[in-house]
T-cell receptor, first 113, second 115 residues
Framework: SQQGEEDPQALSIQEGENATMNCSYK?????LQWYRQNSGRGLVHLILIRSNEREKHSGRLRVTLDTSKKSSSLLITASRAADTASYFC?????????????FGKGTLLTVNP | GAGVSQSPSNKVTEKGKDVELRCDPISGHTALYWYRQSLGQGLEFLIY????????KSGLPSDRFSAERTGGSVSTLTIQRTQQEDSAVYLCASTQAQWGVYGYTFGSGTRLTVV
């Protein structure tokens, strides 16, 4: 079953604008991760935020986590055409299920030059 | 190796035939995962290996699907008597720890088409 649900399903912006994608999940987590996928093939790990963290930065990426609302957001600043891809959130469960990630269906981001 | 390697990258097979998909993880990564992604969908978990053992096979869709891992390294996913609904991209990932505390490194996947 899907744990993470991304919102929106698709997002189209102009180069230079910021892109925000949201993820909601249902059960308690150990950590939440964001991945990018180009052209329906391999996924690339972007950033990981632990359940006791509220915000994390990596380059042009900013991730927030609100465990009380069971939600996370990924902000990409100053977007580029090369950022065009699908973005997935994935959760690592707490307790006995912390060894595997459960993925949402993703947000398709299109950055227009 | 430098990354996770999967072969073949594309496979077209006739309904009813068996197929083998191969995954070569990053050296030293003890945890290995297989996922399946149907068109426009998220990733569906299939199986998890820790070393050569598979403590979680709960995602395998039917007994036509099996997987093994040898030498704590290469893994093979076998689909017997393929059906059209098996068409998907099969992704392998590895990580250095079993507790999901690090990101996964994914291979580029095998696109399986059953005709």
């Amino acid at each position: 079953s899907q744990q993470g649900e991304e919102d929106p399903q698709a997002l189209s912006i102009q180069e230079g604008e910021n892109a925000t994608m949201n993820c909601s999940y249902k059960t308690s987590i150990n950590n939440l991760q964001w991945y990018r996928q180009n052209s329906g093939r391999g996924l690339v790990h972007l950033i990981l935020i632990r359940s006791n963290e509220r915000e994390k930065h990596s380059g042009r990426l900013r991730v927030t986590l609100d465990t009380s609302k069971k939600s996370s957001s990924l902000l990409i600043t100053a977007s580029r055409a090369a950022d065009t891809a699908s973005y997935f959130c994935a959760t690592s469960g707490s307790g006995g299920s912390n060894y595997k990630l459960t993925f949402g269906k993703g947000t398709l981001l299109t950055v227009n030059p | 190796g430098a990354g996770v390697s999967q072969s073949p990258s594309n496979k077209v097979t006739e309904k009813g035939k068996d197929v083998e998909l191969r995954c070569d993880p990053i050296s030293g990564h003890t945890a290995l995962y297989w996922y399946r992604q149907s068109l426009g969908q998220g990733l569906e978990f299939l199986i998890y290996f820790q070393g050569n053992s598979a403590p979680d096979k709960s995602g395998l869709p039917s007994d036509r699907f099996s997987a093994e891992r040898t030498g704590g390294s290469v893994s093979t996913l076998t689909i017997q008597r393929t059906q059209q609904e098996d068409s998907a991209v099969y992704l392998c990932a590895s990580t250095q720890a079993q507790w999901g505390v690090y990101g996964y490194t994914f291979g580029s996947g095998t696109r399986l088409t059953v005709v």
